[in-house]
């Protein structure tokens, strides 16, 4: 069946329902998605050592590793991410700053992670 020029398409109680049902839930997961709680602190792995950091204090740390690789990474406003690395592929440096829990960053060839953890113990795990 063709539509003319002047036949539309009438929307009945029921559809109205189900739009907005949709709509209603799609809203719910956006807000369920931007409530992830934010990490608590930076834990930094390197070949031999761990050291962890508050992410709400500003800071850069530079890590030498066991094998001579050179990382700076930078807290700051509550993210942290790699500002310079020595080795080749530099994906640690191209990766976006991280923030949300369990979140973290890794150099291969310089032994070294960043992640963000959060203070509060999952309860599902418990």
């Known amino acids: 069946m063709k539509l003319l ?7 009945k109680k029921g559809d109205f ?7 209603l839930i799609a809203g719910i997961a956006v807000l369920l998605i931007m409530r992830q709680n934010s990490g608590g602190y930076v834990k930094i792995t390197s070949f031999s050592d761990t050291s962890t950091y508050p992410i709400n204090e ?3 740390i530079e890590i030498i590793g066991d094998n001579g690789g ?6 700051s406003d509550g993210k942290v991410w790699v500002k310079e690395a020595d080795c080749k592929n530099r994906i640690c440096v191209n990766h976006k700053p991280v ?7 890794v150099c291969l ?10 203070n509060k113990s999952n309860e599902i795990d418990n």
């Open 17 to 23: 329902i189900i739009i907005a049902a949709v709509l």
């Open 109 to 118: 060839p310089n032994h070294l992670v960043v992640e963000v953890v959060n």
């Open 58 to 60: 500003d800071r850069n």
């Open 70 to 75: 050179h990382n700076l990474v930078v807290i």
């Open 99 to 105: 923030y949300k829990n369990h979140e973290s960053i």
């Open 5 to 11: 020029k002047n036949d539309f398409i009438s929307l």
